[in-house]
């Protein structure tokens, strides 16, 4: 960083030199400073001033300055964001579906970390339920669930795990805990009752399958 700053600093020496003797041969006038950027600005532009620029980012030295000034970098980049220009020009180029994708994809794998740890978070968690009791967000949600497009999604979710044969094994015990609860929670009487007959009907088998044995032992 230190050597590409020195290099401008000369460059900015040098031309500011030409400029005061291009000033005194024509009057004495004062330096132009846009004339002078704008110099600088286009021998940056030539093949020998990128070439320059590049070998002095290709230093290891140069390098490890660019990584120590890591914390600034991000400093500025988040003042940057949460400026008035910088939320105006993400909204804007977040309308361009193109750029909107690959930056969501570009981004999926650490959105999706971020908020597996945000669930397991009580505060986050509060705050979640916050939002969904709202009034607007809970009518939101409903004109949501109510379109075409996410039935649709819907019914793809469910068929495609309706083909797992554990999601199937999963849902036959959960209704046969949820039938076997019910039996519980029955009418003790009508409980009894049942349990009566059921031993009723065994009777009458049993009876039955012996009547038949005398008959054909007579």
């Known amino acids: 960083m230190k050597k590409f700053l020195h290099g401008l600093i000369v460059c900015s020496a040098i031309l500011t030199l030409i400029s005061c003797a291009t000033a005194e041969g024509s009057g004495g006038n004062n330096t132009d400073y846009e ?8 021998m940056l532009k030539t093949d020998e001033g990128k070439q320059a620029i590049q070998e002095i980012m290709n230093e290891e030295e140069m390098r490890h300055e660019l990584v120590m000034d890591n914390a600034y970098v ?6 940057t964001l949460t400026s008035e220009k910088g ?3 993400w909204q804007e180029v977040m309308r361009d579906p193109e750029f909107a994708k690959t930056f969501a994809e570009s981004m999926q794998t650490e959105n ?3 908020l597996k740890g945000l669930m397991k978070d009580p ?4 705050m979640m339920i916050t939002v969904l009791q709202n009034p607007e967000m809970e ?3 409903l004109e949501v669930m109510k379109s075409k497009e996410y039935r649709q999604q819907v019914m793809t979710v469910m068929s495609e795990a309706f083909e797992s044969p554990y ?3 999963k849902i036959s015990e959960i209704l046969g805990s949820v039938a076997e609860e019910q039996m519980k929670k029955q009418d003790p009487s009508k409980a009894e009752e049942e349990k009566k007959q059921q031993e009723q009907q065994q009777q ?3 009876g039955g399958s012996g009547s038949g044995g005398q008959s054909s032992g007579g």
């Open 87 to 89: 939320r105006a020009f």
């Open 204 to 206: 009458e088998e049993g």
């Open 112 to 114: 999706e970390k971020m």
């Open 167 to 169: 999601f199937v094994a």
């Open 139 to 141: 009518e939101t949600v």
């Open 74 to 79: 991000k400093e500025t980049i988040q003042e």
């Open 35 to 42: 004339g002078t950027k704008k110099m600088m600005v286009d």
């Open 123 to 126: 505060e986050y968690q509060g």
